[in-house]
C-alpha cells in the first residue's frame, strides 16, 4: 500500500443472505445474496484504494430461512462472503493473494444485526486493538445497523457506516421490520444498558436475546415484534 496506517481500520460487511447455485464442476454451492455482492464489492474497492486494513464479513446463516448441509463449502454467510472477496481480488504490487486472505476477518456467530456487532467486536475486533471501523450494509437497513453497533461497540470506537443503493429501500414490508426492531433498540436495550458496556450486553446476549439463549421473556418480546411487523422477511 501507498501509505503507512498508524491505527488500524477495519470494514465490517453485514449479511443479507445466501443462495444455492451450480458451480464450474456442477456442485450446488452457496454464493451472496446479490445485495451483499454489492457491500462486498464496495468494501473490496475500498480496501484496495487502501480506505482500511481489513474486511471483516459476519454472519452464520437466516434461522427463518435455515441451511441446507448437503450443500458443498461453506455453509455460512461470512464464509461465503469470504470466499466470494477472494474469488474477486485481483493481485496487485500491494498485495498477493495470500497477502490478502490474512486480511479478511470474519465471525459466523451471528444471526441478526445485533449477533453482528457484538460478535464483530469480540472476535475480530478486540483481539486486533482496532478501534475505527466502517460498516457496511444496505440503505434499506443503515439505520437500525447504526443503532446497534453505536450501541454495542460504544464510545470507544470511531464508527462510520456506508448504506448500498438497494431496491429494498422503498418496501414497505421492510420498513416496516426496520421501524419495529429500531423502535426495540431504541426503548428496550439502549435506554436500559450504556453504550459499550460489554458485561451487561454480554448478559443480555445470554439470557435475553431470543435468537442466542431461548428464554421465555425475549421469545415473548420477539413474538411480539413479529405480530406488529407481520414480519415475512429474516430477523
Given at each position: 500500500m501507498s501509505e503507512t496506517r498508524l491505527e488500524k481500520k477495519a470494514a465490517i460487511v453485514l449479511g443479507g443472505g445466501i443462495k444455492i447455485v451450480k458451480d464450474m464442476n456442477d456442485q450446488r454451492v452457496y454464493e451472496p445474496e446479490e445485495q451483499v455482492k454489492d457491500r462486498l464489492d464496495k468494501a473490496l474497492d475500498l480496501f484496495i484504494a487502501n480506505k482500511f486494513d481489513y474486511i471483516v464479513t459476519t454472519g452464520n446463516y437466516s434461522k427463518r430461512v435455515g441451511i441446507d448441509k448437503t450443500v458443498?463449502?461453506?455453509k455460512n454467510e461470512a464464509e461465503v462472503?469470504?470466499?466470494?472477496?477472494l474469488q474477486n481480488f485481483i493481485s496487485s504490487t500491494h498485495f498477493t493473494i495470500k497477502q490478502f486472505e490474512e486480511r479478511i476477518l470474519f465471525e459466523s456467530r451471528s444471526f441478526d444485526t445485533?449477533?453482528?456487532a457484538?460478535?464483530?467486536k469480540q472476535d475480530c475486533l478486540l483481539p486486533r486493538g482496532i478501534k475505527e471501523c466502517v460498516v457496511i450494509t444496505s440503505d434499506y437497513h443503515l439505520e437500525r445497523s447504526k443503532l446497534c453497533f453505536d450501541?454495542?461497540?460504544?464510545?470507544?470506537y470511531k464508527i462510520?457506516?456506508?448504506?448500498?443503493?438497494?431496491?429494498?429501500?422503498?418496501n414497505q414490508e421492510r420498513k416496516k421490520v426496520e421501524d419495529v426492531?429500531?423502535?426495540?433498540m431504541r426503548e428496550a436495550?439502549?435506554?436500559?444498558?450504556?453504550?459499550?458496556?460489554?458485561?451487561?450486553?454480554?448478559?443480555?446476549?445470554?439470557t435475553e436475546h431470543l435468537v442466542y439463549c431461548l428464554s421465555k421473556r425475549s421469545e415473548a418480546q420477539f413474538n411480539a415484534c413479529m405480530e406488529t411487523a407481520a414480519i415475512t422477511t429474516g430477523y
Open positions: 458443498h463449502g461453506p462472503g469470504k470466499k466470494y472477496l445485533i449477533g453482528n457484538w460478535f464483530a450501541w454495542v461497540l460504544g464510545p470507544g462510520d457506516y456506508i448504506g448500498i443503493e438497494s431496491e429494498l429501500k422503498d426492531f429500531s423502535r426495540f436495550l439502549i435506554n436500559a444498558i450504556p453504550a459499550g458496556d460489554d458485561p451487561q450486553i454480554e448478559k443480555f446476549m445470554k
